[in-house]
């Protein structure tokens, strides 16, 4: 079974600054999908940026992009010029071709300060 | 903008009763999930739904039941509370064609207390 692991359960960066929030996934398969989620303290939880497997390109929103590292495993978020609006807990998730169901980790808090 | 509402945002209840959490799509979508969060586990699936009447289980399934009569209701039924079902519950929506890359669309959620 798929398993996705947040290391860092809190994290904290100055207003402006970047920060790197880790992800690493367990996974037999080929070809699957990546995603990060935001939930700000309203409980929503937002989309922000999604990874195919097969590409190669990291994906990039406006401040937000991944590195994404297939053989490592690894698909971590950068978030540059950090704003106020950014403090959220994150939430990266998988998705197999093979299936529709999400599975998450278990989040890390961010916490920007001015 | 709500293509997906869950009732109720709020309730508490007590232990032994059983409670209904309701979530309602103007999407179509095919789709349907129960998730539930808690602290240090993230989100976790309890119950999800393929179409009318096609139902299966998630990873935490006990003590939960699903009911699916329509494409737009999606409905999760705790049979009798109990303490540890005290959390955050999100239900999810997915256009899920298989090949298409798409993330799930969530409802706001309903917060859960057992007392």
């Known amino acids: 079974a798929q398993t996705v692991t947040q290391s860092q359960p809190e994290m904290s960066v100055q207003e402006a600054e970047t920060v790197t929030l880790s992800c690493t996934y367990d996974?037999?398969?080929?070809?699957?999908?990546l995603f990060w989620y935001k939930q700000p303290p309203s409980r929503q939880m937002i989309l922000v940026i999604r990874?195919?497997?097969?590409?190669?390109q990291n994906a990039t929103e406006n401040r937000f992009s991944v590195n994404f590292q297939k053989a490592a495993k690894s698909f971590s978020l950068k978030i540059s010029d950090s704003q106020l609006g950014d403090a959220a807990m994150y939430f990266c998730?998988?998705?197999?071709?093979?299936?529709?169901?999400?599975?998450f980790g278990t989040g890390t808090r961010l916490q920007v300060f001015p | 903008d709500a293509g997906i509402t869950q009732s109720p945002r709020h309730k508490v209840t007590e232990t032994g009763t059983p409670v209904t959490l309701r979530c309602h799509q103007t999407?179509?979508?095919?789709?349907m999930y129960w998730y539930r969060q808690d602290p240090g586990h993230g989100l976790r699936l309890i119950h999800y739904?393929?179409?009318?009447?096609?139902?299966d289980k998630g990873e935490v399934s006990d003590g939960y039941s699903v009911s699916r009569s329509k494409t737009e209701d999606f409905l999760l039924t705790l049979e009798s509370a109990t303490s540890s079902q005290t959390s955050v519950y999100f239900c999810?929506?997915?256009?899920?064609?298989?090949?298409?890359?798409?993330?799930?669309?969530f409802g706001s959620g309903t917060r859960l207390t057992v007392v």
């Open positions: 996974t037999s398969e080929s070809d699957y999908y």
């Open positions: 999810a929506i997915s256009e899920a064609h298989r090949e298409f890359m798409s993330g799930y669309t």
């Open positions: 998730a998988y998705r197999s071709k093979g299936t529709d169901k999400l599975i």
């Open positions: 999407e179509n979508h095919r789709y």
């Open positions: 739904s393929y179409g009318v009447k096609d139902t």
């Open positions: 990874q195919e497997a097969y590409k190669q």
